[in-house]
């Protein structure tokens, strides 16, 4: 079996759309960082599973050899933590490594598991547009809300219509 992996992320989707306001998709290599990483971590994952793992980017509409998967992977929109954490690195005095989100710093947990903002929904919404001709057969979730907000609303309308 392969696997094929096409790597999208809120943050690129917005950058794609001020480059590129007639609407297609910029070239792959502006995302190659996040592709490092996720190929990074496939290599780690590909010796614990009994069967062969490949990845390469491809464009949502390519198609893909038989008996390959298409894996989306969509990073949250922003969080109240992220705005936390822009504010926080913006002051005079840090040190350059805190972040507000540790237990020392945020004792209450109010960062622990953060919402979407307005401006986090809106790009999960955006993100409708570029999920609209796609039909997952599985949508995997991570628990923390901002990433569940964040995928239910950028595949609203596959999950409403099973």
């Known amino acids: 079996k392969h696997l094929t992996v096409r790597a999208c992320t809120v943050g690129f989707l ?10 297609d998709h910029p070239p792959l290599h502006e995302n190659v ?16 599973l009994p069967f062969e793992v490949s990845c390469r980017a491809v464009r949502d509409e390519e198609a893909i050899p038989d008996g390959s998967k ?3 992977f969509i990073r949250h929109g922003q969080g109240h933590h992220n705005v936390a954490q822009k504010e926080w690195r913006s002051k005079a005095d840090w040190d350059g490594k805190t972040e507000p989100y540790t ?3 945020d004792p209450d947990g109010k960062y622990m598991d953060a919402l979407l903002t307005d401006v986090g929904e809106g790009q999960a919404k955006d993100l409708q547009t570029r999920t609209s001709c796609l039909r997952p057969d599985l949508l995997v979730l991570s628990p923390m809300r901002r990433a569940t907000q964040t995928g239910l609303m950028a595949f609203e309308a596959q999950v409403k219509s099973g």
Do not use: F, T
């Not at 490092?36 to 590909?46: F, P, S």
């Open 14 to 23: 917005d950058a794609m759309k001020r480059k590129h306001s007639h609407g």
């Open 70 to 72: 298409k894996v989306h």
């Open 33 to 48: 960082g996040e592709l490092e990483g996720l190929l990074a971590c496939g290599i780690k994952v590909q010796a614990l």
């Open 103 to 105: 237990p020392d710093n």
